[in-house]
C-alpha cells in the first residue's frame, strides 16, 4: 500500500512539475516583446521603403512624366471611352501597367517578407510570434507595453534616420 502511494505522488509531482514547466514556457519575456517588436518596426521599415519605390516609380517615369499625368491614366482606367478623351498613348498604357503591377504585388511582397522573419528562429520564431500574440489579445498590458516598445523602437529608427541625412547633407 505504501509503495501504490509512494508512486501515485510520484506521478502527481510529475504532473505537477509539467504543468508549472508548461505554464511558464507561457510567459512572454520582454526579450519575446523585443524580438516580436523588432519584426513589426522591420516590416514597417520594409513598407516604407516599397512605398517610396513605388513614388519613385510615379514620379521618375520618362513616358508618364509625373504624378498628374499618372492620375489622369488611373482615373480614366479600365474606360475606353475616358482613355481615348485622355489621349493615353499604348507607351503611356503599358508604364502604368508596370507601376500597377508592382503596387498590386506590394501585399503579397509585404507579407512574404513578414513571414519570413516571422519563420527564421534566429529572428523571432513562428512559436514566439503565436505566444506574443495569444499574449496580446488576451491582456490588454503586454499590448500597450509592446505597442511602446514599437513605437520607442521607431522613434530611434526615425532619429537615426534624420542624423545620417544631416551627416550627408553637411558633406
Do not use: H
Given at each position: ?35 516580436y ?58 508604364a502604368?501597367q ?49 505597442d ?23 558633406k
Open positions: 500500500m505504501k509503495k501504490v502511494l509512494l508512486f501515485g505522488a510520484f506521478f502527481a509531482f510529475l504532473g505537477f512539475a509539467s504543468f508549472a514547466q508548461s505554464a511558464e514556457e507561457d510567459v512572454v519575456t520582454d526579450e519575446d516583446l523585443t524580438k517588436a523588432n519584426v513589426e518596426v522591420m516590416t514597417s521599415t520594409y513598407v516604407e521603403n516599397k512605398t517610396e519605390e513605388l513614388r519613385n516609380m510615379i514620379l521618375n517615369n520618362e513616358v508618364i512624366d509625373g504624378g498628374a499625368r499618372y492620375n489622369e491614366i488611373k482615373a480614366a482606367w479600365g474606360d475606353e471611352a475616358k482613355m481615348e478623351e485622355a489621349e493615353v498613348t499604348e507607351e503611356e498604357k503599358a502604368y508596370a507601376i500597377k503591377d508592382f503596387q498590386d504585388s506590394l501585399q503579397d511582397s509585404v507579407k512574404e517578407y513578414k513571414t519570413e522573419l516571422i519563420m527564421d528562429d534566429e529572428i523571432l520564431g513562428a512559436g514566439t510570434y503565436n505566444k506574443v500574440l495569444a499574449a496580446t489579445k488576451e491582456d490588454p498590458a503586454v499590448k500597450e507595453k509592446l511602446t516598445m514599437i513605437a520607442e523602437m521607431k522613434a530611434k529608427q526615425d532619429a537615426e534616420k534624420e542624423d545620417t541625412a544631416e551627416a550627408t547633407d553637411g
